[in-house]
């Protein structure tokens, strides 16, 4: 029950933010760092993508976070044998070891999920302390359009976009924005929700590794006693 809730709130919190986030980070590029639309088409497409992406994980996790929930109840009754004709099965430990198998790559997938959702939130970040670092005593003793932010250097967009970089008050500008603000914050809880969701993950590893071990245990156990 812990771990399955804890993946449904991870997972709605790295989808739904993350859907929202995505399409702030369209209107900013757009807005202030591609103005030609061939120079960010395929950013744009690839954006799209991944929130068609991400609907298919929240269906995804929603049904295989019930059928873990199913199977860990069954398991559980299995091991703690609250039916006295039970009887465990080949076919059984076979789905409950699919089960430890598949865990362990959506776990392993996840790793990676969420080490690729702090890349956005980093980029933010860099973004955001240079907006502070413009409104600092230090900034005022020199020529504020001198600092600048160039996302090309990320590979965000290419190289000859136009502008592909602000500096000064335009920069100042995009930090006072509300899309920079929620997409920065959004990116931060998209981050972890990804990482309530891995937790979730290893949560549900080692109860399902743990009930196929006994499941395991007790088919030799019956196999010993009919002897």
């Known amino acids: 029950m812990v771990a399955t809730i804890l993946c449904f709130?991870?997972?709605?919190?790295?989808c739904g933010c993350g859907h929202v986030a995505l399409t702030g980070t369209v209107t900013i590029l757009e807005t202030y760092f591609s103005k030609v639309t061939s120079d960010h088409a395929m950013l744009t497409d690839v954006i799209q993508l991944m929130q068609y992406v991400i609907y298919g994980i929240a269906s995804f996790f929603f049904l295989y976070g019930i059928i873990l929930l199913a199977e860990g109840f069954y398991t559980t009754s299995a091991v703690k044998e609250l039916h006295s004709e039970f009887k465990t099965t080949i076919c059984g430990r076979c789905?409950?070891?699919?089960?430890?198998?598949?865990?362990?790559i959506l776990g392993v997938a996840w790793l990676g999920v969420f080490g690729f959702s702090a890349v956005p939130v980093f980029l933010f970040y860099n973004m955001w302390s240079t907006c502070a670092a413009m409104s600092s005593t230090v900034a005022?003793?020199?020529?504020?359009?001198?600092?600048?932010?160039?996302?090309?250097?990320y590979g965000i967009i290419p190289w000859n976009a136009t502008p592909g970089k602000v500096c000064g008050s335009t920069l100042g500008d995009?930090?006072?924005?509300?899309?920079?603000?929620?997409?920065?914050?959004?990116?931060i809880i998209a981050c972890a929700g990804a990482g309530a969701t891995v937790i979730a993950l290893l949560i549900y590893m080692m109860a399902t590794?743990?009930?196929?071990?006994?499941l395991k245990f007790k088919s030799r156990e019956d196999c010993c006693t009919k002897f």
């Open 209 to 214: 590794t743990y009930n196929f071990a006994v």
């Open 95 to 104: 789905i409950s070891g699919m089960f430890v198998f598949l865990t362990y």
């Open 140 to 153: 005022n003793l020199t020529n504020i359009d001198s600092i600048c932010v160039d996302v090309r250097q």
């Open 174 to 187: 995009i930090c006072n924005t509300s899309e920079f603000y929620l997409s920065y914050h959004l990116y």
């Open 9 to 14: 709130c991870g997972v709605a919190l790295f």
